[in-house]
């Protein structure tokens, strides 16, 4: 038991770390579009730079669907993902592992997975066209939410028979 703590207390702030990049790289990207700081526009990329250098940090294309679609939506979906599954990471280091709270961590990983990228690629296609690479992301997504759905239904049983368990003491 104690190496899965470690693994999940690692797994955890890996996760939260890149949650966080991707939150602050979504809000980096969407200051300098808005902005237009930190920004250059060359033969029909947008390109946004390193803070206070000008190296180039992120090569876009500059239409402004795909700084949507390809590029905000995404970054800020899979900071959505990697928060969620720290949650989840975290769970698996808390001394009771069979509570409410922890099962609501798990039912909410397992419904953004099932439901938010099929949503979004759905939304998306009304405004540019979906390569298959992103068909095999969604298929992935599903699965792992089936998996987590399951895992979240052996912790709901376990939590069951943990009450069950407290009434007859």
């Known amino acids: 038991m104690r190496k899965s703590i470690i693994i999940s207390k690692i797994l955890f702030y890996i996760s939260r770390i890149l949650g966080g990049l991707y939150l602050i790289i979504g809000i980096y990207g969407l200051f300098s579009w ?18 206070f250098i000008e190296q180039p940090f992120l090569i876009l294309d500059s239409n402004t669907t795909y700084l949507i679609f390809a590029f905000l939506i995404p970054v800020f979906a899979y900071a959505l993902f990697f928060w969620l599954l720290s949650q989840v990471f975290m769970v698996f280091h ?11 961590h798990l039912r909410r990983f397992y419904l953004v997975n099932i439901i938010l990228p099929t949503m979004l690629a759905i939304f998306t296609s009304f405004f540019m066209s979906i390569d298959s690479e992103l068909s095999i992301i969604i298929i992935l997504h599903f699965v792992l939410g089936i998996f987590v759905f399951f ?4 912790f709901n049983q376990g939590l069951n028979l943990q009450n069950e368990q407290d009434l007859y003491i």
């Open 34 to 51: 808005v902005t237009h700081t930190h920004l250059q526009i060359k033969d029909k990329q947008t390109i946004i730079t390193y803070p």
């Open 94 to 104: 808390q001394d009771k592992l069979f509570t409410g709270v922890n099962i609501a």
């Open 151 to 154: 895992m979240s239904e052996i």
